[in-house]
């Protein structure tokens, strides 16, 4: 692991590193927000998911964390939304291919040999921090998303549900077997027998939850995808009684980042609560 | 002038326009915060000049701004760097032509048939926005910026100390005249006779100031330009005695929208006390 930035910011330090993937089977980079607070204790570990098109970059500079996560001592971290390289297998559009991993483990040709999002994220990212930053306390670890990031988040939240301690979601895709982005991607890298989609759809997973992790959703109601792409309402539909899922709509909000910016401080007070205690 | 993108942020409108620009002979983009207190009330405006290599866009999306704006109820106005276009004089370097306008009317071929940028920000866009825009109120302004932006804030506000109630700076080039950066691009715009280049060098400026104008300025030690280009110690050797100028420097931080983001609300509180008075 290769640290290839590290500035500081808000008194914590903005951190880029570059390293070898065995899971994906290529070189990879993620971003790391440690707090001032890690200089002198293990702080928790709030996880950003980005959304189709980024990488670990567009959050850092866009989203205006570092602020909160700084005040409340927690590190954040980005890592990129799919593996990179020669020889990646791609698809000329941007929902599909590199930018688009939409955090699954691929078991269809030509993907399957480098697109395994999810053990990358759940397993092989957490584990190598946990040897390389002594001031990461990953038994406290949360996990938020945008878009396809917000899907991610959802779906890793709700199948590991010992160890994230909350989750939340900016404008997720909240049924993916259901919608274009979802079908097709879906299609792509799990083949076309749709009962092997339902462990990636956030309605389904909810649907069936045993146990329960807090949730916190906020969706634009100007956001072009909303109906077509996200529909939250599959997700509200699903939550069993009781279940402690919010979902707030904000009207005259889109899909950019200047929505993720707006409500990130919401997001991060939320998380808080579970990972300060 | 004709809006290009208008989305909604913290309660207000991040708005971008394209409009035909006679001054530097061009088409121009600007982009403008409008706080929520814009749709009932005037609200005051504070520039901000953006560095070399910038459009109007950056400071948009990195510095996170507008949450503070938007509770202050001031509008935030960062226009381009320079004339852009075909047919217009450019350098293959980052330092001068597009993107490094530098702020000054160029007097010298071929710079000067574009590069009038001093007089775009001092007059053609406030006047452009006075008539356009009902909701700003141009009678309270303010100015800042960054790096080269930060020259300009600098050199704008102590010319025209009626017009802008303050002004603040991050990393500014506090002596053109005296500095590689500043040394090229003055010869380019306006040719090898320095004593042309004194009326666009705050520390000359400040040296003969006759009228205050509060000047906060923030530095960042593990800026890499710091000793070369930015030369703060120049800005307050020039200053006269009890001048309400304040040079605050920070130790780790360097020359990037880290930086910026960091202490952007603290600017912007600094100019609410003058323009909201």
Redesign the interface.
């Known amino acids: 692991m290769e640290k290839v930035a590290d ?5 914590g330090q ?1 951190q880029r590193f570059k390293h070898v993937s065995l899971v994906l089977n290529c070189d990879m980079h993620f971003s790391l927000f440690l707090p001032p607070q890690a200089k002198n204790a293990k702080v928790p570990v709030l996880v950003w998911l980005s959304g189709l098109t980024c990488t670990d970059e567009n959050f850092v ?2 989203a ?1 964390a ?2 909160v996560a700084a005040e409340l001592g927690i590190a954040l971290l980005a890592p990129d939304t799919s593996p990179r390289g020669e020889g990646v297998a791609d698809d000329e559009a941007y929902d599909a291919g590199m930018g688009a991993g939409f955090y699954v483990n691929a078991t269809q040709a030509p993907w399957a040999e480098h697109y395994q999002m999810y053990d990358y994220i759940v397993q092989e990212l957490p584990a190598l921090l946990a040897r390389e930053v002594q001031a990461l306390d990953l038994k406290r670890m949360s996990i938020m998303g945008h878009s396809m990031g917000g899907h991610g988040a959802l779906v890793i939240g709700l199948r590991n549900v010992d160890t994230y301690q909350s989750i939340s979601a900016f404008a997720p895709i909240c049924a993916p077997s259901q919608c274009p982005w979802g079908e097709k991607t879906l299609g792509y890298y799990l083949g076309q027998d749709r009962s092997t989609w339902q462990d990636y759809d956030a309605s389904v997973l909810l649907a069936s939850a045993k146990k329960s992790i807090p949730i916190r959703v906020d969706q ?1 109601l ?1 956001d072009n995808f909303l109906t077509t792409q996200l529909m939250p309402e599959k997700l509200i539909a699903a939550a069993p009684q009781n279940y402690p899922l919010q979902v707030l709509q904000h009207k ?3 899909h ?4 993720i ?2 409500f990130i ?1 919401a997001h991060i007070r939320f998380h808080a609560e579970f990972l300060n205690q």
Do not use: I, N
């Open positions: 500035v500081q910011c808000f008194g903005q500079t866009k205006g570092q602020r634009g100007a005259g909000y889109d950019s980042y200047f929505f910016a707006s401080e």
